[in-house]
């Protein structure tokens, strides 16, 4: 890599992160929730919608005033449209048979300082509430926010004896799973744990936008070999797909440990300070591949990078609640989907980077313009998030 001199990297990082601003912004973990409560009963089907003003606001344009947020004032002057909006969006099915829902009355609440409306409905044609319904959902997914999801919760259920339940969500709703099936008495251990699963490959491929280019900036110089300070291809598929994949696994193990830690609220970092190193181990990775300084030590800094990331899925996971029932089976889940999707970037890569190794334009153009776009691209994010709280 001596073609690359510390004012040439220098000027790439500083062309590029001048595009990426004039570009716009870009954003990891940019998913918003929004929560349908269900309470049963033995003769009725009830419950309420929770939904952050912001986000009704990037639908329905309620900031009248134009002040950068919405007033009680401005949600209540639209209320039967906000209603009507979202008894298009929220239906409940019992086979063929359609449940509509039908809000009557709201209250707003504050959660951390950002502004939320609780919407309350019935169910009126339910009388008997089934064993098993479908839900169909649909907000902010098909162009606004396609990170957006929808989490669906049992709250209470007097027959099966479920009360004040705000941690074990029946439902995930996302782009593709807008209309799913779930049991009215809460769900096993089992579907936990599949759901969850699905959840972590989710936040790998294809919204992981960090942590996939985190792999990629260990991938590209993985078909290289490092002798006396200079990059050569490798001789072989076997060996060094297979040392990155342990490298990966190694990266999973680390964040394992914190994300765990952090659900169990064991050990607590600010959010915003995550995401910034977060940001900057990319540029570090990215830079080794420049001026390699750490490859004897790069198990120890992989596990250490990884223990930020873990910290980093527990901001993501956070939402999900999973604190109070079925704990165990949603964070091995979520950490087995990670991994999964982990190991899909890796398969994906590796071998378009194994064949590409013996060109010419590999070391200088790949390699090297990759990861000083990889640089670039971190160094924006990390500034972003340390001055901006993005």
Not at 178 to 201: A, K, L, N, Y
Not at 253 to 282: D, G
Not at 383 to 390: N, S, V, Y
Request: proline content about 5%; glycine content about 8%; cysteine-free.
């Amino acid at each position: 890599m001596g073609d690359f001199s510390v004012k040439t990297v220098a000027a790439w990082i500083i062309a590029s992160v001048v595009m990426l601003a004039v570009a716009g912004t870009a954003h990891a973990h940019r998913s918003g929730e929004s929560y349908v409560y269900l309470n049963v009963t033995e003769d009725s089907l009830a419950g309420k919608l929770h939904v952050r003003l912001a986000h009704l606001d990037q639908e329905l344009a309620l900031d009248a005033d134009g002040d950068g947020s919405v007033s009680e004032q401005e949600f209540e002057a639209r209320q039967a449209e906000i209603y009507a909006f979202f008894e298009n969006r929220l239906t409940l099915y019992e086979g063929e048979q359609v449940h509509p829902v039908r809000f009557y009355e709201h209250v707003f609440i504050y959660p951390e300082g950002a502004g939320w409306a609780s919407l309350r409905f019935k169910v009126p044609s339910v009388a008997t509430p089934p064993e098993t319904m479908d839900a169909e959902y649909r907000f902010l997914f098909d162009e606004t926010d396609p990170t957006h999801r929808g989490l669906l919760i049992i709250e209470s259920n007097t027959r099966a004896g479920i009360s004040e339940n705000e941690a074990q969500h029946s439902l995930i709703f996302r782009p593709g799973r807008e209309r799913q099936s779930f049991r009215v008495d809460g769900i096993p251990d089992t579907t936990v744990f599949g759901r969850f699963v699905g959840e972590g490959v989710y936040h790998i491929v294809p919204i992981g936008y960090d942590h996939i280019l985190f792999l990629i900036s260990l991938l590209l110089p993985s078909v290289l070999l490092l002798q006396s300070g200079r990059y050569t291809p490798a001789p072989g598929f076997r060996a060094p797909f297979w040392h990155v994949v342990k490298i990966v696994s190694f990266f999973t193990i680390a964040h394992t440990i914190t994300l765990t830690l952090a659900t169990l609220n064991i050990v607590q970092l600010p959010s915003r300070f995550v995401e910034a190193v977060i940001a900057l181990s990319i540029a570090i990775v990215a830079f080794n591949n420049l001026r390699p300084f750490m490859e004897k030590y790069i198990w120890t800094v992989v596990f250490a990078l990884g223990l930020f990331h873990g910290f980093g899925f527990a901001n993501v996971l956070d939402p999900f609640a999973y604190r109070k029932i079925a704990l165990a089976p949603a964070l091995a889940g979520f950490n087995i989907g990670v991994e999964i999707g982990q190991l899909i970037v890796v398969f994906a890569v590796f071998p378009v980077l194994y064949l590409l190794r013996n060109q010419k334009f590999y070391i200088r153009y790949v390699l090297g313009g990759g990861s000083i776009l990889l640089m670039a691209i971190a160094l924006f994010w990390f500034f972003e998030r340390t001055l901006f709280g993005g």
